[in-house]
T-cell receptor, first 115, second 114 residues
Framework: KQEVTQIPAALSVPEGENLVLNCSFT??????LQWFRQDPGKGLTSLLL?????REQTSGRLNASLDKSSGRSTLYIAASQPGDSATYLC??????????????FGTGTLLAVQP | NAGVTQTPKFQVLKTGQSMTLQCAQD?????MYWYRQDPGMGLRLIYY???????DKGEVPNGYNVSRLNKREFSLRLESAAPSQTSVYFC?????????????FGAGTRLSVL
């Protein structure tokens, strides 16, 4: 059974710092991996999606990497800002069972960027 | 730019009461999903609909039923609410099929069962 883990559960950094959020998964048979952002009391917003054949994706100050063989992904946030404060979740789309659209989520990392 | 709309935003029920959570999307997506989010558990899939006219169980379907009313709407029904169903419920939609299939989420329904 695929399991997704995110460590740490919470992280506090001063403004301007570069930081890395970690995501690990137990089964390397994935179709893609997504990183989401969730603000308090709100829904999820997709940040980056990495296909299983890709190694990384970039959007602005965000860079996500994928190492399928080791079951790991990282989300790098450059020059963090207070507006980056949110919960970040990763989710994998399993590659088994046909063309399944199901996502399996990690429990998230709560990020606080201090001004 | 409505995207995925969920109603209601908040609800308090007594044990044994029933209710239906509504979800509608205006992006012409084929696939729709219902998740619940609990502290320390992440999001867990309750039911999903790969396309209009089809529904399938997810990870935690017990105590719930769904209806894919048409391509736009996907409702979640609690027939006899239990305190264990206190949670935040999210609806999502995606294009479905092969490809990136990014899921777009609604703002959630916060449900308390007393």
């Amino acid at each position: 059974k695929q399991e997704v883990t995110q460590i740490p559960a919470a992280l506090s950094v001063p403004e301007g710092e570069n930081l890395v959020l970690n995501c690990s998964f137990t089964d390397s048979a994935i179709y893609n991996l997504q990183w989401f952002r969730q603000d308090p009391g709100k829904g999820l917003t997709s940040l980056l999606l990495i296909q299983s054949s890709q190694r990384e994706q970039t959007s602005g100050r965000l860079n996500a990497s994928l190492d399928k063989s080791s079951g790991r992904s990282t989300l790098y946030i450059a020059a963090s800002q207070p507006g980056d404060s949110a919960t970040y979740l990763c989710a994998v789309r399993p590659g088994y069972g046909g063309a399944t659209n199901k996502l399996i989520f990690g429990t998230g990392t709560l990020l606080a960027v201090q001004p | 730019n409505a995207g995925v709309t969920q109603t209601p935003k908040f609800q308090v029920l007594k044990t044994g009461q029933s209710m239906t959570l509504q979800c509608a999307q205006d992006m012409n997506h084929n696939s729709m999903y219902w998740y619940r989010q609990d502290p320390g558990m992440g999001l867990r899939l309750i039911y999903y609909s790969a396309s209009e006219g089809t529904t399938d169980k997810g990870e935690v379907p017990n105590g719930y039923n769904v209806s894919r009313l048409n391509k736009r709407e996907f409702s979640l029904r609690l027939e006899s609410a239990a305190p264990s169903q206190t949670s935040v419920y999210f609806c999502a939609s995606s294009t479905g099929g092969a490809g990136q299939n990014i899921q777009y989420f609604g703002a959630g329904t916060r449900l308390s069962v007393l």
